[in-house]
T-cell receptor, first 115, second 113 residues
Framework: DGGITQSPKYLFRKEGQNVTLSCEQNLNHDAMYWYRQDPGQGLRLIYY???????QKGDIAEGYSVSREKKESFPLTVTSAQKNPTAFYLC??????????????FGPGTRLTVL | GENVEQHPSTLSVQEGDSAVIKCTYS??????FPWYKQELGKRPQLIIDIRSNVGEKKDQRIAVTLNKTAKHFSLHITETQPEDSAVYFC????????????FGGGTRLMVKP
C-alpha cells in the first residue's frame, strides 16, 4: 500500500465548487477504485476502473466523475451536484490476476470538508 | 448485488482475552473475503484474507474461518493487546464483472489494558 498516494491530505471546498482529488499508484496495478467513508461508517464504492480509458459507476456515483487516461492515475472530481460531499475519500488499487480474488491496497485518504 | 452484514458494531475486551467479529454475506458465488484494520484517520490495512477453497486460515494471533454453506465468516483475535484497538472491516466480492468488494459496516474493537 506504500505505492499508492493521494493528495491533498485535507481539502476544503466552498459550496458550488468542483474539486479534484488525486490518486497515483506505482504498483503496476490495472484496477483502481474510489471509496467514500463517512464517520462511523463502512466504505462505499463510488467508481472503479479495470483498465485505462474505462471505468464503471459504483453504488454512489451521483455527483462524482472520474477519468483514467493513464494506468498510474485515477483522479476523482467531486462536483457541485454532490449534495453532501464532506467525507473521507479513499483510493485503492489491485491486480487483475483473476476476477473477484484480488487484494485491494489503499491510499492514505483525502479528508474533504465543505465550508 | 452483494450485501455484507457485520456484528457487533462495537466490541470491548480485556487485554489478553479473545475477540470474535462475524460477517454474513448474501451472494453464494462470492469467493474472496478480506479483513481490514483501520486506525483512526488512517488507511485500511489488509490483515488477513481467505478464499473460498479453504475453511480456515491463521496468521499468528489472527485467524479467519469461512462457512460457505451458511454464508458467514469470522475474524478471531487471540491474546488481544491494546494496539489491536481499531475499526475492523470485513468484505466480500461481487461475483460479477470486476473485482469490486462490498464492505461490512465495521466493528470498533477496544482492548482495555
Amino acid at each position: 500500500d506504500g505505492g499508492i498516494t493521494q493528495s491533498p491530505k485535507y481539502l476544503f471546498r466552498k459550496e458550488g465548487q468542483n474539486v479534484t482529488l488525486s490518486c497515483e499508484q506505482n504498483l503496476n496495478h490495472d484496477a483502481m477504485y474510489w471509496y467514500r467513508q463517512d464517520p462511523g461508517q463502512g466504505l462505499r464504492l463510488i467508481y472503479y476502473s479495470q483498465i485505462v480509458n474505462d471505468f464503471q459507476k459504483g453504488d454512489i456515483a451521483e455527483g462524482y466523475s472520474v477519468s483514467r487516461e493513464k494506468k498510474e492515475s485515477f483522479p476523482l472530481t467531486v462536483t457541485s451536484a454532490q449534495k453532501n460531499p464532506t467525507a473521507f475519500y479513499l483510493c485503492a488499487s489491485s491486480t487483475r490476476e483473476a476476477v473477484g480474488t484480488d487484494t485491494q491496497y489503499f491510499g492514505p485518504g483525502t479528508r474533504l470538508t465543505v465550508l | 448485488g452483494e450485501n455484507v452484514e457485520q456484528h457487533p458494531s462495537t466490541l470491548s475486551v480485556q487485554e489478553g482475552d479473545s475477540a470474535v467479529i462475524k460477517c454474513t454475506y448474501s451472494d453464494s458465488a462470492s469467493n474472496y473475503f478480506p479483513w481490514y484494520k483501520q486506525e483512526l484517520g488512517k488507511r485500511p490495512q489488509l490483515i488477513i484474507d481467505i478464499r473460498s477453497n479453504v475453511g480456515e486460515k491463521k496468521d499468528q494471533r489472527i485467524a479467519v474461518t469461512l462457512n460457505k454453506t451458511a454464508k458467514h465468516f469470522s475474524l478471531h483475535i487471540t491474546e488481544t493487546q491494546p494496539e489491536d484497538s481499531a475499526v475492523y472491516f470485513c468484505a466480500a466480492t461481487h461475483n460479477n464483472a470486476g473485482n469490486m468488494l462490498t464492505f461490512g459496516g465495521g466493528t470498533r474493537l477496544m482492548v482495555k489494558p
